[in-house]
Structures are given as C-alpha cells and as structure tokens.
C-alpha cells in the first residue's frame, strides 16, 4: 500500500524509478516495487510512471511496453531513438 501511495504521488510528465520508489518508502527493494506496479489494477495508480534506473520502460510484453510508451507519450515524456526517457529532464524529484 505505501509503494501504491508513493506512486500516486508521481505527477503526469514525470517519471520515477523503480529503486527511487524503493528507496523514498524504505523497507523494500526495486524489485518488490516492480512486483507492485506489474500487479496494478486500480486506476488511480500510475503505474506507467515508473520505469527502469536506465530511464527504459521494463515490460517485455510487446503489447504492455506500446501502451507505457503510449500513456508517457500522451503525458508529455519523450523518449531518445534508444527508447529510453532522459531522468535528468523528466525525472520525479520525489515529493516535497
């Protein structure tokens, strides 16, 4: 549920990591968040938010990766020809 809270947190345009997330909450790892966000079936969470340390979208589902891309797209985030979203400009600075 804090993993969820924190998410909800994240505001559209931005993007967090899944070790951020971790970290801002304590006591729980990337991967656990990882588990977190792929369980995802409330709408107000944006789980599309959060994304790998490498600035890339995890999801190996060809059908899931289009959709993150999509949503972050729509949101404003843009991504190099590597597919990868640059932290340093659309990176979450966590909450204030």
Do not use: H
Not at 19 to 29: D, E, F, R
Not at 70 to 88: H, K, P, Q
């Amino acid at each position: 549920r804090r993993i969820y809270d924190m998410v909800r947190r994240i505001p559209s345009g931005r993007v967090a990591t899944y070790g951020q997330i971790a970290s801002l909450v304590g006591g729980c790892s990337a991967r656990m968040v990882g588990y977190a966000m792929a369980g995802v079936s409330d709408e107000t969470i944006p789980w599309q938010r959060v994304i790998n340390a490498r600035g890339r979208i995890s999801i190996r589902d060809p059908n899931g990766y289009s959709l993150q891309k999509a949503i972050l797209e729509r949101e404003g985030i843009d991504f190099d020809e590597s597919d990868s979203v640059d932290l340093s400009v659309f990176g979450w600075e966590g909450p204030t």
